[in-house]
DNA sequence: TGCAGTGTTGCTTC
DNA sequence: CGAAGCAACACTGC
């Protein structure tokens, strides 16, 4: 048995790690039936003052507690017919209704999932455990993977607060440490125009995504720090600190750079290793480094392949470069780059 | 013991 | 309008 040692950082889902996980639910849960549905997320979160102006974000949530019971009975006995990634978001698609009425005919729905910064989802077969009351404690329910392995006995894989029964006997269950993933229901029809989705940028993978579109993109934002611009979802989908940093390190190009101020060699650089990096993150399964993990609750080895990200004082790795790799703020994050090849 | 750090998103405040 | 700050939450290390 392997044991994980936990580490201090939390990473987050960006492009490769949301993309890893979809192409796993596509390739082990396509077909299966959701049967039921559990959650312990508290339904307080829109208690607070912040979310009262949020009706159009909070309605549809499962943390709503006005919205689960709607959410539960729309989900369970339909079909699983796909995943998809957009920005950092997954999408699984259902099928229709089974018995459509004149009003929900042939109306299709999807479960939009950010798993923000410690959600993964993971699939297996699990188990609903009623702990003893001890101490006076009410009684709480917890869900613990059957098979000994990283579904059970990775410590990242236990915080279990979404379980979603399939057909099959399995589960596909969110972990999810601090409890910010989104979690909501919208209809087809209204997927592109939703306010989870509509305002984000185009997606840096596909073919489309040229050095016209990156310079267009970019340029929206010219005296920004082109580590934030790269980062914004509203420019470009899917980028978060881990691969910015990269990208900036084998592009030459220090994080605080004016965005203005690019060459348009420069910006080649950029969309090159943007497509490059990323696709890396998705062949290596994502990133590891901390909490996530796929859905087989196994680590990514992405983490393996940092040149910048977390490695403070340590020396650049780029040839022939005697930098050190340093770490500064930018707009309220942490950029980590190297002060002598990184203009 | 207690508080800063971790790093996404979106709302609030200035 | 843009930015800075904060909250959502849990856990760790100093």
Not at 102 to 129: D, Q
Not at 229 to 235: E, G, H, K, V
Not at 242 to 260: C, F, G, M, Q, T
């Amino acid at each position: 048995m392997v044991i994980f040692t936990k580490l201090k950082i939390t990473t987050l889902p960006e492009l490769p790690e949301v993309q890893t996980t979809v192409n796993g639910i596509n390739k082990k849960l396509k077909g299966l039936r959701i049967v039921d549905i559990w959650t312990d997320y508290p339904a307080r979160h829109y208690d607070n003052p912040q979310w009262q102006n949020s009706e159009k974000i909070s309605s549809r949530q499962i943390k709503n507690k006005h919205f689960f019971n709607y959410f539960k009975k729309n989900i369970v006995g339909k079909k699983i017919t796909g995943a998809e990634r957009r920005a950092k978001n997954v999408l699984i698609h259902l099928s229709a209704n089974k018995t459509p009425s004149k009003t929900t005919k042939g109306r299709c729905e999807t479960i939009l999932i950010h798993m923000k910064m410690t959600g993964h989802l993971l699939f297996g077969k699990y188990e609903k455990v009623n702990t003893k009351t001890k101490n006076l404690k009410p009684k709480t329910t917890k869900w613990v993977a059957q098979e000994p392995g990283p579904l059970r006995d990775d410590s990242f894989n236990q915080f279990i607060h979404l379980v979603f029964s399939l057909s099959n006997g399995k589960h596909l269950v969110l972990s999810d440490m601090r409890k910010f993933a989104k979690v909501l229901l919208i209809e087809n029809f209204g997927l592109n125009t939703s306010s989870e989705l509509s305002h984000l940028g185009p997606e840096p993978l596909t073919s489309n995504f040229s050095l016209k579109v990156l310079k267009e993109r970019l340029n929206k934002k010219p005296n920004w720090p082109i580590k934030s611009a790269l980062m914004d979802q509203t420019l470009i989908s899917g980028i978060g600190n881990i691969y910015s940093d990269e990208i900036l390190w084998a592009s030459n190009i220090h994080p605080l750079r004016k965005v203005e101020d690019l060459k348009t060699s420069q910006f080649i650089k950029i969309l090159v290793n943007t497509k490059l990096i990323l696709k890396k993150g998705i062949d290596f399964k994502g990133d590891s480094m901390s909490d996530y993990r796929n859905i087989d609750g196994r680590r990514g080895r992405f983490q393996n392949e940092h040149q910048a990200y977390r490695r403070t004082g340590k020396p650049c790795t780029k040839k022939r470069c005697p930098g050190t790799i340093k770490r500064t703020g930018v707009r309220g994050r942490n950029a980590h780059f190297c002060s002598t090849h990184q203009k």
